[in-house]
């Protein structure tokens, strides 16, 4: 089953542009993770947050966290053309390290 | 490293026919994966296992379904008998204890005629 739920499901923006996609779950989680799945290759790790973390950076990628809705968000600034992919969200919960993924937002970016 | 490594990449075989899939985690991983991706179901959680041990099979489909892991550096996942709705993506990752990232092979192409 899955926990995380992306909105929205597709997103189209030009080069240069920022995209934002968000994630929210329904139960509570330790970590929440986002990775990136370009055609017909194997999941990328992009970033992880902890539960008692509310933002994070990498580069170009900032991620939010508010656990009280339980929600997040995860921003693409300054897109290119070769961030065109599919991003997931990926909750984690429990001791051990299983994630359950959500259905993912395709992302297109135009030259 | 080579990362998390998968074989074969690609599998065509015919329903009622025993599929082998092969993967290999990267070195020193605690934690090992295997995941099956289709347009529409996503991206299940089918096993995994923690130090060789299977810890959660509940994402196992069926009873054709069976995964091993004989040592730290091998993992099978086996369909028998296959059916044509078990076509899919299969993806294996591994991940350490912490940080908790895990990492996916390239995954085998699935598909039963």
């Known amino acids: 089953s899955q926990q995380g739920e992306e909105d929205p499901q597709a997103l189209s923006i030009q080069e240069g542009e920022n995209a934002t996609m968000n994630c929210s779950y329904k139960?509570?989680?330790?970590?929440l993770q986002w990775y990136r799945q370009n055609s017909g290759r194997g999941l990328v790790h992009l970033i992880l947050?902890?539960?008692?973390?509310r933002e994070k950076h990498s580069g170009r990628l900032r991620v939010t966290l508010d656990t009280s809705k339980k929600s997040s968000s995860l921003l693409i600034t300054a897109s290119r053309a070769a961030d065109t992919a599919s991003y997931f969200c990926?909750?984690?919960?429990?001791?051990?390290?299983?994630?359950?993924f959500g259905a993912g937002t395709r992302l297109a970016v135009h030259p | 490293d080579a990362g998390v490594i998968q074989s074969p990449r690609h599998e065509v075989t015919e329903m009622g026919q025993e599929v082998t899939l092969r993967c290999k985690p990267i070195?020193?991983?605690?934690?090992l994966f295997w995941y099956r991706q289709t347009m529409m179901r996503g991206l299940e959680l089918l096993i995994y296992?923690?130090?060789?041990?299977?810890?959660?099979d509940s994402g196992m489909p069926e009873d054709r379904f069976s995964a091993k892991m004989p040592n730290a550096s091998f993992s099978t996942l086996k369909i028998q008998p296959s059916e044509p709705r078990d076509s899919a993506v299969y993806f294996c990752?591994?991940?350490?204890?912490?940080?908790?990232?895990?990492?996916f092979g390239p995954g085998t192409r699935l598909t039963v005629l």
């Open positions: 070195s020193g991983h605690d934690y």
């Open positions: 990926a909750t984690g919960s429990g001791g051990y390290n299983k994630l359950i």
């Open positions: 139960t509570s989680i330790n970590n």
């Open positions: 947050i902890r539960s008692n973390e």
């Open positions: 990752a591994s991940s350490l204890v912490e940080p908790r990232e895990q990492f």
């Open positions: 296992f923690n130090n060789n041990v299977p810890i959660d």
